[in-house]
């Protein structure tokens, strides 16, 4: 793993080696998939951020948001960062799984999006078919820290995610 030094650290390195059980209740899945993911964007996308914070970092960042439903601020407190950073933490990934998206077919054996929409807690805070007309949604709302984001943008990133965890899982 290539954590660095900065302040979410010791965070990313405590969930990596946690137990199996809330490793997978923290990131709806497994070790092996998440390094996996993680060795998939560092080969094939080029990150935004500082350097300072891994990709491992980075994609817990993102999970907390996705699913774990915390807000920006939540989740900037927890990582110990700033609400700006995390919601570039936050678009550098979404922007890493649409790429992801693109390169890579969803398997026809992959449930629907429909079906393993329930792990994704950031669906449940957003109504998907409610955005506006310009079709962006709300995101991480609290106080007003939320990011507007393309909801089909977001589904698409999903469902990439979806399909990595279905196609790479631990048996």
Same mark, same amino acid.
């Given at each position: 793993?290539?954590?660095?030094?900065?302040?979410?650290?010791?965070?990313?390195?405590?969930?990596?080696?946690?137990?199996?059980?809330?490793?997978?209740?923290?990131?709806?899945?497994?070790?092996? /998939? @998440?390094?996996?993911? *993680?060795?998939?964007?560092?080969?094939?996308?080029?990150?935004?951020? %500082?350097?300072? !914070?891994? +990709?491992?970092?980075?994609?817990?960042?993102?999970?907390?948001?996705?699913?774990?439903?915390? /807000? @920006?601020?939540?989740? *900037?407190?927890?990582?110990?960062?700033?609400?700006?950073?995390?919601? %570039?933490?936050? !678009?550098? +990934?979404?922007?890493?799984?649409?790429?992801?998206?693109?390169?890579?077919?969803?398997?026809?054996?992959?449930?629907?999006?429909?079906?393993?929409?329930?792990?994704?807690?950031?669906?449940?805070?957003?109504?998907?078919?409610?955005?506006?007309?310009?079709?962006?949604?709300?995101?991480?709302?609290?106080?007003?820290?939320?990011?507007?984001?393309?909801?089909?943008?977001?589904?698409?990133?999903?469902?990439?995610?979806?399909?990595?965890?279905?196609?790479?899982?631990?048996?």
């Amino acid at each position: 793993m290539a954590v660095m030094e900065g302040p979410g650290t010791e965070r990313a390195r405590y969930l990596l080696n946690d137990v199996p059980n809330r490793f997978n209740d923290f990131c709806h899945m497994d070790q092996i /998939t @998440f390094v996996q993911l *993680a060795d998939w964007i560092a080969e094939n996308t080029q990150s935004s951020t %500082s350097p300072d !914070i891994s +990709i491992e970092e980075s994609l817990f960042i993102f999970l907390d948001i996705v699913a774990q439903g915390n /807000t @920006f601020k939540s989740a *900037a407190f927890g990582w110990e960062h700033d609400v700006s950073l995390t919601q %570039s933490i936050f !678009i550098n +990934i979404l922007n890493s799984l649409l790429v992801l998206r693109e390169k890579e077919p969803v398997s026809p054996s992959c449930p629907s999006f429909n079906t393993t929409k329930s792990r994704w807690r950031i669906i449940r805070a957003i109504k998907l078919n409610k955005s506006r007309i310009d079709g962006m949604v709300k995101i991480g709302d609290d106080c007003g820290d939320g990011l507007e984001v393309n909801q089909e943008s977001l589904v698409q990133a999903l469902t990439a995610l979806n399909n990595f965890i279905h196609e790479n899982r631990e048996n």
